[in-house]
């Protein structure tokens, strides 16, 4: 059966992808992005401009995906209070909604909720490490209340479905996102020193793009479960430095190893590594595509940009 599918935030990196994933398997899909941290990028299905936290659109959709609110912590900073108004009225309109069209709604949370956890690996059962004042709180925040939305609405009937994901890349990203991965890859094909925050000893784990996107469709296509809502962690269980993540990024971009340090911002966490045997259970989903060839693709796309850009520079 064919579905109508509101994807918001659906113009960001990650929305897009999961706007293409879902035209092509069929669905009537659209997107609703308000572009206040994306492009207006051309695509084969409706896009509205429109953000969450003024009201829905009067049109009628089976599922939503909730991918509204930036990632990047130099743009979800840059405005914090609309950060948290798009975290709390942005869902609590979508919810509104759903109770009304009976739709079911994926909530795109975080492994930000974890905070900065004094555990080595996170599964969904820890209850994180966060502060509520600083320079991150209005995300990490925003996304816990999201979080706890969800719990409520589903009293209501509402069928909710909420992912915790972990950092994801791939091509399609921003070059000004301000995360490390899509920063380093632009410092190193630019021959610029790569940037590495404090000691570069913090990990992180990568999840590919399109492996992100099968995962968050797989749980919103997830039979009924005793319990629901629950959290369902999804990321790539691979964990690996920072300063290891430079090195790959130079030896795949074939540069030399250059890097500039600089000083670790608040509340930056220092390890992050998802637990994902809940996501292996419920939805027979595990990441396939491996660091390095992620990277190499993801690469192959700035160097595109780059060329891209140099030419209608006129370089």
């Known amino acids: 059966m064919k579905k109508r599918v509101l994807v918001t935030g659906g113009n960001g990196f990650l929305g897009y992808h999961l706007c293409q994933a879902l035209h092509d398997r069929g669905d009537s899909v659209i997107s609703l992005d308000n572009f206040s941290s994306s492009a207006e990028r051309k695509a084969p299905w409706p896009v509205l401009k429109r953000d969450i936290s003024e009201g829905m659109p009067d049109l009628t959709f089976n599922e939503i995906y909730n991918l509204a609110c930036p990632a990047s912590p130099p743009r979800y900073q840059a405005s914090p209070l609309k950060t948290l108004d798009t975290c709390y009225t942005g869902l609590r309109n979508v919810l509104d909604y759903a109770v009304a069209a009976k739709a079911k709604v994926l909530q795109a949370s975080t492994s930000e909720v974890y905070g900065d956890p004094d555990v080595t690996e996170q599964d969904e059962s820890y209850l994180g490490l966060v502060r509520t004042m600083g320079p991150r709180a209005c995300y990490d925040e925003g996304k816990r209340v999201a979080e706890t939305l969800m719990y ?164």
């Open 152 to 315: 409520e609405y589903a009293k209501l009937g509402v069928v909710c479905r909420v992912a915790r994901i972990f950092n994801t890349y791939g091509p399609g990203m921003d070059v000004n996102d301000g995360r490390v991965v899509s920063n380093f890859i632009c410092q190193a094909i630019r021959g610029e020193p790569l940037t590495i925050y404090g000691d570069g000893r913090q990990t992180r784990s990568f999840c590919y793009v399109s492996d992100m996107v099968r995962g968050l469709i797989a749980l919103m296509d997830m039979p009924a479960q005793s319990g629901e809502p629950f959290p369902v962690n999804l990321g790539n269980p691979e964990e690996v430095s920072i300063s290891e993540l430079a090195c790959r990024v130079t030896i795949l971009a074939g540069v030399q190893f250059c890097a500039a340090n600089s000083a670790l911002p608040q509340d930056d966490p220092k390890v992050r590594k998802p637990a994902i045997s809940l996501a292996g259970t419920l939805l027979d989903w595990r990441p396939t595509v491996s660091l390095t060839d992620g990277l190499t693709k993801t690469i192959e796309y700035f160097r595109a940009v780059d060329r891209s850009d140099n030419v209608q520079a006129g370089q």
